[in-house]
C-alpha cells in the first residue's frame, strides 16, 4: 500500500507539472471571436485530462523501474501475480464515463458554437484556386478582404469554385469546409478589433500555402463607413472593362495569368489580345475575341503549347466573359 500512495501522489504532482508547463507555453493564438473562449475551455480541460493520464502511465512505470528493479546477486523470481477482474473492470467501466462526460461537454459546446442570432449579418464566401473573395448582400458590393463589424455575428455562407477549401482563422478557432456544388455555412461572432488572416485548412493543389486573405475587424462606425466607401467604389465602377477587372482580381485569375509579362501557369495577358498563340497540337490561331471567350467558358478546349490544361471552370455568365474580355483588350 505503501507505494501505491507514494506513486498516486508523483501522479498528481507529475499531472500538474506537466499542465502548467504546457499552459505556459502558450499555444493557441489570441481569442478573437465569442466562440473561441468555449472551444478553448474544452482545449483546456483535454490538457488537463492528457497531463493526468501521460503522468499516469510514465510516473508508475519509471516508480517501478526505479523501486523494483533487480538488485545485484538477486537470481530469485519475480513475484506471480494472476490477473484482477476488479481493476480490469474499473480501467474499462471509468474510461468509459470519462468518454461519455467529454461528449456532452463537447455536444454543449458545438451547440454554442453553431447557435443562430436572428441578426446576424450574411457574407458570402467563394474559394478558388488560390484565393479568397467576399460578397456583402446587404450593401450589394464584393470584396477581396473580409472586413467586419466587433460584436455582431457573422453568417457566413460559403462556397467553392472548383475542390474541397477550407475555411479558417485560427483567431475565431471554428473551420468549415467549402464543397463544390453545395453551399456550408460557419457563425462566427468577432469580439476583438485587429486584423487577422483567413487560411485554406484544406491541401488545394500548388499554391495552397498562399490562399490567405485579410480580415479586418473594426468598430461597428468604421464597418459602415468602409460599406459605404465600397458602394461607391462599386457603381463608380461601371464599365466592362472595370468590371472585368474586378472579376479577375476578385475570381483568382491573376493567381496563373500575369498582366506585366511575365510567366506564370497560364500565358500572360500583357500584350495577348490580337496576337498569335500556339496550340499544343502545333496549331496556330489569333487570340481573338472568340478565342478568349471559348477559353474562358471551355478551358480545355484550346490549349496554348507549355501549359498544361488546370485552369479550372468557373460559372461566369456570357457578360461576365465578356467584360474579361474587354479587360484583357485594355492590357498592351
Sequence with gaps: MRHF??????VIAASFGIYFGLASVDM????????????????????????FLFALIFVPMLYSLIVFRRRKGDT???????GNNALEIGWTVIPLFVVVFFAYL????LADTLRADPDAMVVKVT?????????????????????????????LKMESNDVLHSFWVPEFRPKQDLVPGRVTELRVTPNLVGSYKVRCAELCGTSHAFMESPVIVVEEDDFVKWAIEQQALAAAANTPESQGELLVSTNGCVACHSING???????????????VELTDGSIVVADEAFITESIADPAAKVVKGFAPVMPLYPF????????????????
Excluded: C, R
Aim: a negative charge; zero cysteines.
Design 262 to 276: 511575365t510567366t506564370g501557369q497560364g500565358p500572360t495577358w500583357l500584350g495577348l489580345f490580337g496576337s498569335d
Design 28 to 51: 493557441l493564438p489570441v481569442q478573437a471571436s465569442t466562440q473561441a473562449v468555449g472551444i478553448d475551455w474544452m482545449w483546456d480541460i483535454q490538457l488537463m485530462a492528457m497531463s
Design 106 to 109: 463537447g455536444a454543449g459546446n
Design 317 to 332: 455568365t456570357n457578360e461576365e466573359i465578356a467584360n474579361i474580355v474587354a479587360y484583357i483588350k485594355t492590357l498592351k
Design 127 to 155: 474559394g478558388f484556386q488560390w484565393g479568397w473573395k467576399f460578397a456583402y448582400p446587404e450593401y450589394g458590393f464584393e470584396s477581396k478582404e473580409l472586413y467586419l463589424p466587433v460584436d455582431q455575428q457573422i453568417w
Design 76 to 82: 530469485s523470481d519475480g513475484e506471480h501475480f494472476e
Design 5 to 10: 500512495i507514494i506513486a498516486g501522489v508523483l
